[in-house]
């Protein structure tokens, strides 16, 4: 009987404990699932962000035909991704290539940044061309050719000319393909400056985050003039659909620029079904030629944006490296004490002044 009522008390006592714990874990549990409007695709999503587990998103076209249109690229992306799965994709054609031009300056503010140099080892730079896969094979070790159907892309098009225009969309369809592998990527125009590591200050919840031409205070607000010359997107399921539409809404809005589109659509992919975060980042960190708010200690990247002419924007760039290296060369208390800044950009003001059109 002593028995029995001891196993009755121990039983009670256990019954007691499973409540008491699940009624600690339940609410825990519920606020977790009720953080997010997307649950279950992070759930499904989790392994897209191992290099290890790749998975096809993408439901247009069967993989065979993707790879045909992209071919060893499945196989490179293991090579160049970070832990997480992400890389970081840019773009050069033969003019941007040539030692001295846009390539050397690109990697080499890698170098002289703040503790970034290890990224070049997961950046994939697209070449355009032959030529622009003879040189980056011969500085760099992530090089991929993709070809593109436009007569001459070697040459420094001007912006919006039918070789540009079929330059940039081509760069959209494999970044599509990157994230239907599985993989996050930050895509960077190669007449940017990398001073400080971008993905301390890259909001890696939202499903796009993206620099700006015009930044109105808000980073959510859609009322930013965004500029894609550099944004970050997840992998997901949406996100390879955000890719896809927004390719194909060039034939919605011919011919224009994909920063130009993505400006129009951005409001119907972030209220429409696909519901698409957006983050602006802020030119404090992630500034260009067009907007020139950031100051030299707190600047992540610097972008030759609002200038016509590659001799001007590698002449500004260069003038920006030697800005950089000064400030790196002075104290602490001297970065502290002294009045550093950028040189004005003045051959890419000028050329705004004098040519006509957007300069990217």
């Known amino acids: 009987m002593g028995i029995l009522k001891s196993m009755q008390h121990d ?17 825990t549990l519920l606020l977790f699932f009720l953080a997010s409007d997307r649950v279950s695709e992070q759930l499904s999503s989790i392994s897209s962000f191992s290099a290890h587990q790749l998975t096809n998103l993408s439901t ?3 993989a065979a035909q993707k790879e045909e249109s992209f071919p060893g690229l499945a196989e490179l992306l293991p090579k160049v991704a970070t ?37 070049l080892n997961h950046t994939l730079i697209v070449a ?9 094979g011969a500085v760099h070790p992530h090089c991929y050719l ?7 892309v070697s040459s420094a098009s001007r912006i919006m000319t039918k070789s540009y225009l079929e330059i940039v969309w081509v760069k959209l369809s ?3 393909r990157v ?22 200050h890259i909001n890696l919840y939202a499903d796009m985050t993206v620099s700006t031409d015009r930044f109105k205070g808000d980073t959510e607000s859609l009322t930013n003039w965004p500029n894609t010359g550099f944004y970050y997107v997840r992998s997901t399921n949406r996100t390879v659909e955000m890719l896809r539409q927004w390719r194909a809404a060039r034939s919605r809005f011919p011919p224009d620029h994909d920063q130009f589109i993505f400006d129009k659509i951005k409001t119907e992919l972030a209220h429409g079904e696909l519901q698409i975060k957006f983050v602006f980042l802020d030119p404090v960190r992630f500034d260009g030629f067009c907007q020139r708010r950031s100051k030299i200690d707190t600047v992540c990247t610097m972008h030759a944006n609002c200038c016509i002419g590659l001799e001007n924007k590698v002449h500004d ?20 004490t002294s009045k550093n800044g950028w040189k004005v950009p003045a051959h890419c003001a000028t050329s705004m002044r004098k040519g006509s059109g957007h300069g990217k």
């Not at 030692?99 to 990224?119: N, Q, T, V, Y």
């Not at 355009?128 to 980056?136: S, T, V, W």
């Not at 920006?320 to 502290?336: C, F, G, H, Q, S």
Request: with cysteine.
């Open 146 to 152: 993709l070809q593109v159907a436009a007569a001459n």
């Open 83 to 119: 832990d997480d799965g992400t890389v970081i994709i840019t773009s050069v054609n033969n003019a941007f290539a040539t030692p001295g031009s846009l390539l050397d300056l690109f990697r080499g503010s890698f170098r002289d940044g703040e503790g970034i140099a290890h990224l």
């Open 11 to 27: 039983g009670a006592s256990v019954s007691h404990s499973v409540s008491f714990l699940l009624g600690a874990l339940l609410p």
């Open 128 to 136: 355009l061309d032959p030529g622009a896969m003879a040189r980056c």
């Open 174 to 176: 494999l970044q599509q």
């Open 317 to 336: 760039l260069k003038n920006m490296v030697n800005d950089w290296k000064n400030y790196m060369n002075l104290t602490l208390l001297e970065r502290r």
């Open 60 to 62: 247009h076209g069967s």
């Open 179 to 200: 994230l239907e592998l599985g993989y996050n990527y930050l895509f960077t125009d190669v007449d940017i400056l990398w001073f400080r590591n971008p993905f301390r």
